[in-house]
């Protein structure tokens, strides 16, 4: 019985033992297995995918950093040490490194030192050359300052010698037109430009250049030049204003023209200027009839009104050139901005007129001394023939301004509303 209950014991405690080591086993056996991540699904796969993709187009854009880095260390040498073909040949690399249009290697270049040798080769007497350096400078100040101030003071505008626009060809004339942009664009910042000599320079190839690009570039660096005041006084004092007054009449040219005339006929030198000009209102009044180009008529009725204000010699002028037909049609058909100003104009008509037939707005009859024998019936007459008067001047001016826009047609409406209105309806 003993030796019986002592084997059950042993076996019970063997047991026991087995368990408690297939435990720890168990326990222990995942920590030293290898984890197999899971497979990737739809999603995930083209996400590893772009990101190899990018890094191997990572890898390549510093590639060709490099080399472009060697390019242009080796353009630098070349402009700096080399003859002068090298230096041609280094302009012309140059012009294509910037062009790629990365604003940090512009940067780059400007702190290696390539501007001071490029605006030297703007002087030299060899067409090709100086091309080739204004080429390269246009594209390094395309879109920084920096390298715009850097020109200017390295001697941009007095290498252009003053004699050599007329010697230049229509392209040559549209670079350094171009250049001459870029170069204004410092106007509206602190840094200070030579007006004696940027101004004369845009003004001769403005007046021999023959294409509408050219043209409008050297536009374009005036208004930017006579958007500050500082150079406005030299802007009239070279003339700009008659030739502005010239190109305004031309409808590809007449934006940029009123808008730089805008700028200078607030002050009073400007102002002036325009007021002595020969071609003043009546070119104004013209470029308002133009239905095709709002911009235009806007800046138009801009300057006339600055003409007209408090100035009655200049209404004067203006009445006697038409021009309150055309601003009756700008304020029915004109853009709202136009159509504003137009009606601005016509109230300074109509309140110089009241001030000139006395108090009443309507037909005025003679004087009449108290006491002295009157006629009713003339009184009632002479009523009626001015109330006919003014309906038919009011037929005719609405009558012109629905030709103008719809063509010739049936105006047979238009007639029974105006003699169905009064005088009073007039804007002016």
């Not at 297939?22 to 739809?42: E, G």
């Not at 490099?66 to 040490?81: E, N, S, T």
């Not at 004092?237 to 040219?253: M, P, Q, T, W």
């Amino acid at each position: 019985m003993s030796d019986s209950s002592s084997l059950t014991n042993s076996n019970w405690l063997f047991a026991l033992r087995f368990f408690t080591r297939m435990r720890r086993l168990i326990r222990s056996r995942p920590a030293n297995i290898k984890q197999i991540p899971p497979p990737q699904t739809a999603e995930e796969r083209p996400i590893v995918v772009d990101m190899v993709i990018f890094k191997e187009a990572e890898i390549e854009e510093r590639r060709d950093e490099i080399l472009d880095d060697h390019r242009l260390q080796k353009c630098v040498k070349m402009l700096h040490f080399g003859g002068w073909d090298d230096k041609e040949a280094a302009a012309k690399e140059i012009k294509e490194l910037a062009e790629e249009g990365l604003k940090r290697r512009k940067i780059t270049m400007a702190e290696l030192g390539v501007i001071p040798p490029l605006v030297a080769m703007v002087g030299s007497e060899v067409a090709a050359r100086q091309m080739l350096a204004v080429r390269a400078l246009i594209e390094l100040a395309n879109g920084s300052f920096t390298n715009k101030a850097l020109m200017v003071e390295a001697g941009i505008l007095s290498q252009i010698p003053d004699d050599i626009i007329t010697t230049l060809d229509e392209t040559a004339k549209r670079e350094f037109a171009q250049l001459l942009l870029s170069i204004s664009a410092l106007a509206n910042s602190q840094f200070s430009l030579t007006s004696s000599r940027i101004i004369p320079l845009i003004v001769s190839i403005l007046e021999s250049c023959s294409t509408i690009e050219t043209k409008d570039s050297c536009l374009t660096a005036l208004y930017n030049l006579s958007s500050v005041l500082e150079y406005s006084g030299s802007l009239i004092a070279k003339g700009v204003v008659d030739i502005l007054i010239r190109l305004s009449s031309i409808k590809e040219a007449s934006e940029k023209a009123l808008a730089t005339l805008g700028n200078l006929v607030v002050t009073l030198a400007g102002k002036k200027a325009l007021e002595q000009n020969p071609m003043i209102p009546e070119c104004l009044i013209e470029v308002m009839t133009w239905e095709d180009n709002p911009k235009s008529q806007e800046l138009s009725a801009y300057i006339l009104m600055i003409l007209a204000h408090q100035s009655s010699s200049q209404r004067q002028k203006m009445a006697k050139a038409g021009i309150v037909q055309v601003l009756l049609e700008v304020a029915l058909l004109g853009s709202p901005l136009a159509q504003k100003r137009a009606l601005k104009i016509l109230q300074w008509f109509k309140d110089e007129r009241r001030m000139r037939v006395g108090p009443h707005s309507g037909p005025q009859v003679g004087r009449v001394v108290i006491g002295s024998p009157v006629n009713r019936r003339d009184v009632d007459q002479g009523k009626i023939l001015m109330k006919k008067i003014v309906e038919q001047s009011l037929y005719k001016n609405m009558e012109t301004i629905t030709t103008r826009a719809n063509g010739d047609g049936d105006s047979s409406k238009l007639k029974a509303l105006v003699i169905s209105s009064s005088s009073k309806s007039l804007p002016y």
